[in-house]
């Protein structure tokens, strides 16, 4: 079961950075793309949140390799929730 979950997030993950690299200027021209990105926005913000207050810090305090995927990551999600919810709330 859990390989299906896993599947299925990547597939969407996919799908989202697809629709970015191939569609960017109606993600954010358009009405639909705009409303398109807040979705993202808030997926990332959601997710960003998830890193610092469900995920445990066991996972990475103390592991220097695994401490800098953690900021790499943090980093990456707060500015994929920043640039999606700016063209979505534009």
Request: charged share 10%; proline share 1%.
């Amino acid at each position: 079961m859990m390989s299906v979950h896993t599947f299925f997030i990547t597939l969407t993950v996919l799908l989202m950075g697809i629709l970015c690299l191939t569609n960017t200027k109606e993600l954010i021209t358009t009405s639909l793309g705009k409303t398109i990105s807040l979705g993202f926005g808030i997926f990332w913000t959601v997710r960003l949140i998830f890193q610092f207050f469900v995920y445990s810090p066991v996972l990475w305090k103390g592991k220097k390799f695994e401490t800098i995927i953690h900021v790499v990551f943090s980093l990456l999600w707060i500015y994929l929730s920043y640039i999606f919810l700016a063209v979505g709330l534009q």
